[in-house]
Structures are given as structure tokens and as C-alpha cells.
């Protein structure tokens, strides 16, 4: 893998970026400032969503990044209508072909297949190329004998592609079952946010689940499951640290230690 400022410049065609402004307090954050603070507001604290390239730059050791299946793109299986200029737009504005970017790396030394979906492109939706490259990744690190890393955001299954995208939580979750079968380790981080029929499958089938803080994970709604129950739900609801709360991650990690984490429980998973 580049470094990120040559990744960027590839994307975007420049190395100049503008500063990013904080949604909730206002602040006017130097790009190189933004980066140098893991994607984070400096006054407020604020999590940023970060683009996969800015995960992987952050994450994995320089030069160690290999990046597979780069070039599929997602067809219109269903002709719904204007899903393929919709598609051409999310290439334009992320500057990725699909909403996920699959390789495998190095952390710490330590090898691994990974995975980041990226929000940028159509909210990291699940269509049928991103279940076709996370399983891939999955069943070459199963052939690899590797440990999956998977960093996942998603507003859920794409519904522009209707059945087909649905048909993707059976397909991944049935690669990640046959690499646990084979005794290897799977990471789950669930990242801001974390929704829909992803939650219902990939993303809570992690040996270990952490979560970025406050990041909201769920499956429907809040406004949905209040209509369909009668009841308000609780403060915090849907959040990551209710869901630490109630059993379903198992640790809140802050962006700046999240390597070093990683790489912890991945050499602890070595000495098995």
C-alpha cells in the first residue's frame, strides 16, 4: 500500500485537501490536523466517518496493504430505475467502485485478511458486489489460514437490487461459519453506522465484536420498532455503549488505540 497522500492523489486527482468542518460544534479542522487525529474533532471529540483509505492508512502496516477484487463493479440485476447513473455518481464522489475494499496486510507483523466498507459510496449499502468481495476475502483467508479484520458501516441491504442483495447475508455468513470451522479468528468493528441486514448477519457473527464509541448499531429504526411496539425506548438506545450494556459487543475501543488492540488480540490468537 502507498502512502495515504499518494492514495488520495489517485482518487482525487490532488493531494490538497480542504479542511473538514465538525458537524456539531463547528470547527475548522487542517486536513493534515484531521488526519494526524485519527478522523476525530480536536475540541469536541466528534467521530468523523472515515473514508477506507484513511482506515487502512491508520490501521495497517506501510506497504503491506494487497488489495483484491478491485476491479468488480455491481451491475443492475433488477433494472430498477436510475440505479445505474446512481452508481456511476457514488463512483464519482468516493472514488471506489463499490461501497467496500477487501486486500489482505500486515498489523503489528502480524498477517490478515481484512475488509473496510466505506459510507461514501451509497451509505456502504450491501449489494451484490460487496457480499461477493467480503466473501471472497473470508474464503481466501480461510484457504490462507488468516484471521479476518472486518471494519463495517452500512444503512443495510441495497434496495435497488431487491432480492439479490438480501441473498448476500446467507452467502457471507456462510464463508465466515466455514472459516471459524476451520479455527481462525474473525473481528467484527462495528463503526458508525451499523444497520439493517448487516447487523442481522455479518457484523454480530464476530468471535470478538468491538465498536467505535457512540457508533449506532442496530437493525431497524428507532422511530420504526417505537411504532411497531407502542413503547419509547430508552436514552441511549441503539448506541454502542447500550449495546456493550446489554451483552452485544464486547468492548468499546477509541480510534487511537484501535491498532494497537488489533494487534493484541491478534497475537494473542497466534499463540493459541
Do not use: W
Not at 3 to 29: L, S, V, Y
Not at 58 to 87: M, N
Amino acid at each position: 500500500m502507498s502512502t495515504f497522500r499518494n492514495i488520495i492523489q489517485a482518487i482525487t486527482g490532488t493531494d490538497e485537501q480542504p479542511p473538514r468542518t465538525c458537524k456539531k460544534c463547528g470547527t475548522e479542522i487542517p486536513y493534515s490536523d484531521y488526519i494526524a487525529n485519527h478522523c476525530i474533532c480536536p475540541e469536541c471529540g466528534t467521530y468523523f466517518r472515515m473514508r477506507a483509505v484513511e482506515r487502512l492508512d491508520a490501521t495497517v502496516d506501510p506497504g503491506s496493504f494487497q488489495e483484491i477484487d478491485k476491479k468488480l463493479r455491481s451491475k443492475d440485476p433488477i433494472k430498477f430505475p436510475d440505479y445505474s447513473q446512481k452508481l456511476d455518481k457514488a463512483e464519482k464522489a468516493s472514488g471506489l467502485n463499490e461501497g467496500v475494499v477487501c486486500g489482505t496486510a500486515k498489523i503489528s507483523g502480524m498477517d490478515c485478511g481484512i475488509f473496510v466498507m466505506d459510507s461514501a459510496f451509497m451509505m456502504g449499502s450491501m449489494g451484490t458486489v460487496v457480499g461477493e468481495k467480503i466473501t471472497r476475502i473470508i474464503e481466501k483467508a480461510t484457504e490462507l489460514r488468516l484471521p479476518v479484520i472486518g471494519f463495517i458501516t452500512s444503512g443495510g441491504a441495497r434496495m435497488q437490487e431487491g432480492i439479490f442483495s438480501l441473498m448476500q447475508m446467507a452467502k457471507v455468513s456462510g464463508a465466515v461459519k466455514r472459516h471459524s470451522e476451520a479455527g481462525l479468528l474473525y473481528i467484527a468493528v462495528l463503526t458508525d453506522p451499523t444497520t439493517g441486514g448487516i447487523t442481522a448477519s455479518f457484523a454480530m457473527q464476530g468471535d470478538i465484536i468491538i465498536a467505535e464509541p457512540k457508533a449506532l448499531i442496530g437493525f431497524a429504526g428507532q422511530r420504526v420498532i417505537e411504532q411497531t411496539t407502542g413503547e419509547k425506548l430508552p436514552a441511549g438506545f441503539q448506541r454502542a455503549e447500550f449495546q456493550l450494556e446489554h451483552g452485544f459487543v464486547d468492548l468499546i475501543e477509541e480510534r487511537p488505540r484501535m491498532t494497537y488492540t488489533l494487534a493484541k488480540l491478534l497475537k494473542l490468537h497466534q499463540a493459541r
